[in-house]
């Protein structure tokens, strides 16, 4: 009986102390709510996987064997703070008095739901994108400029000798990573962020087998703004994707070279907020580099950019004035 009541003073420390903003990024609020949206999932899943087990229909009522060491919220509790902060599984197990493969479990069991909740879409409550298809669809309807731009994280090294293991060597790098694509909206929020690929992979080429040529056919009144790494599709798509205006070329007046450097500028200007973006989910340690198995790095990747649009969305929309140079008056004739 003292060592149970231990058990509950330590696991009732070790919630506290994690769930803190510090450790697992969240306000306590969207932790709650967060817990609240995977019960019924882990629930299901659980009986979908004792049902597999047994071959049949429990022989017993719910609730009967051993209870879980750790309990459904200090599941979700442990697996968020090592998405944050990519901490040990040990360290999570010695600050909750268990073994270092309950953790693990627990983590396993944990990031997949969280990888399939899509991304939280601006001032709609209880929408979420999954799909690139449902991003354009989105854009489309509610006359929303994308922005896009790709990143790299660093990821171990294959052993030597294994096949395809040139493949995740980043030729802007000159490391192993593995590369992503972000999607936000003019206001910096994130609205999807995918295809994982290879680092040795152009951001273009990432892209275009995710299928966003097929997407900018059927959606003509979708625009988005890109940097000089999706410069073939602003080619072929040229009234919808929108790159840096092309340098002039040498011994031009000084007049076009300024208004090429101030074009150039503007458009920076208005696809900077992709880049602060990609900011918000690097603040997430296994974004920065990550220390596990590559295979995972889809799923954990999905995971962090789901809990980062969650709190993107709920920023209000911000209205930028024009910049554009217009006459003061209209001379005289």
């Known amino acids: 009986m003292a060592a149970r009541v231990g058990d509950v003073?330590?696991?009732?420390?070790?919630?506290?102390?994690?769930?803190?903003?510090?450790?697992?990024?969240?306000e306590r609020a969207h932790l709650v709510v967060l817990i609240q949206e995977l019960a019924d999932p882990w629930l299901g899943r659980c009986e979908s996987e004792l049902r597999e087990r047994r071959g049949g229909e429990r022989k017993r009522a719910a609730g009967a064997g051993p209870d879980h060491k750790l309990v459904f919220t200090d599941r979700v509790l442990v697996t968020v703070v090592h998405l944050r902060l990519q901490?040990?599984?040990?360290?999570?197990?010695?600050?909750?008095?268990?073994?270092?493969?309950?953790?693990?479990?627990?983590?396993?069991?944990i990031r997949p739901l969280l990888a399939v909740r899509g991304f939280a879409v601006p001032d709609r409550p209880g929408i979420r994108l999954r799909t690139l298809a449902d991003v354009f669809a989105y854009a489309k309807a509610e006359g929303v400029e994308l922005r896009i731009d790709?990143?790299?994280?660093?990821?171990?090294?294959?052993p030597a000798g294994r096949p395809g293991?040139?493949?995740?060597?980043?030729?802007?790098?000159?490391?192993?990573?593995?590369?992503?694509?972000?999607?936000?909206?003019?206001?910096?929020?994130?609205?999807?962020?995918g295809a994982d690929r290879p680092g040795r992979m152009h951001d273009q080429t990432a892209m275009r087998t995710e299928g966003i040529a097929e997407q900018l056919c059927l959606?003509?009144?979708?625009?988005?703004?890109?940097?000089?790494?999706?410069?073939?599709?602003?080619?072929?798509?040229?009234?919808?994707v929108q790159a840096p205006p092309r340098k002039p070329k040498d011994k031009v007046p000084l007049g076009e070279n300024y208004a090429w450097r101030e074009a150039r500028r503007r458009q920076s200007s208005a696809r900077i907020c992709v880049e602060h973006t990609i900011g918000e989910e690097k603040k997430w340690r296994p974004l920065q580099r990550y220390l596990g198995r590559r295979d995972s790095y889809?799923?954990?990747?999905?995971?962090?950019?789901?809990?980062?649009?969650?709190?993107?969305?709920?920023?209000?929309?911000?209205?930028?004035?024009?910049?554009?140079?217009?006459?003061?008056?209209?001379?005289?004739?």
Do not use: M
Not at 232 to 239: I, K, R, S, V, Y
Not at 309 to 324: C, F, K, L, Q, V
């Open 298 to 333: 889809a799923e954990t990747h999905a995971a962090i950019a789901g809990l980062v649009s969650d709190r993107a969305a709920r920023r209000p929309t911000r209205r930028h004035t024009s910049t554009e140079l217009v006459p003061a008056w209209k001379a005289a004739c």
């Open 87 to 109: 901490l040990p599984h040990a360290a999570l197990a010695e600050l909750y008095g268990v073994s270092r493969p309950t953790v693990t479990r627990a983590i396993h069991e």
């Open 9 to 26: 003073v330590t696991h009732y420390r070790a919630r506290a102390a994690l769930s803190h903003p510090a450790f697992c990024g969240l």
């Open 219 to 240: 959606y003509p009144q979708v625009k988005a703004k890109v940097d000089e790494g999706y410069r073939g599709l602003a080619n072929d798509f040229p009234n919808q």
């Open 165 to 193: 293991r040139k493949a995740f060597v980043s030729g802007k790098k000159k490391q192993n990573t593995a590369k992503t694509t972000t999607i936000s909206d003019g206001s910096g929020r994130l609205l999807w962020s």
């Open 150 to 158: 790709g990143t790299e994280t660093q990821v171990r090294r294959p």
